[in-house]
């Protein structure tokens, strides 16, 4: 049987992101500014401004 690594194991999650072991698949939970599967995308706050 394959040895299992948690996903905070295999670092999948990005720039401080805390990972949440599913079983199966994983969720990161994004730290304030950063979105994407694995907290890899910085949001740009000016770019979403409603100008």
Do not use: H
Not at 5 to 28: I, M, P, Y
Not at 40 to 46: D, G
């Amino acid at each position: 049987r394959p040895e299992t690594r948690s996903c905070v194991q295999k670092n999948l999650c990005k720039n401080g992101a805390t990972c949440v072991d599913l079983g199966n698949s994983f969720n990161c939970i994004c730290r304030p500014g950063f979105d994407g599967q694995y907290c890899e995308n910085e949001i740009n706050e000016c770019n979403s401004m409603p100008w």
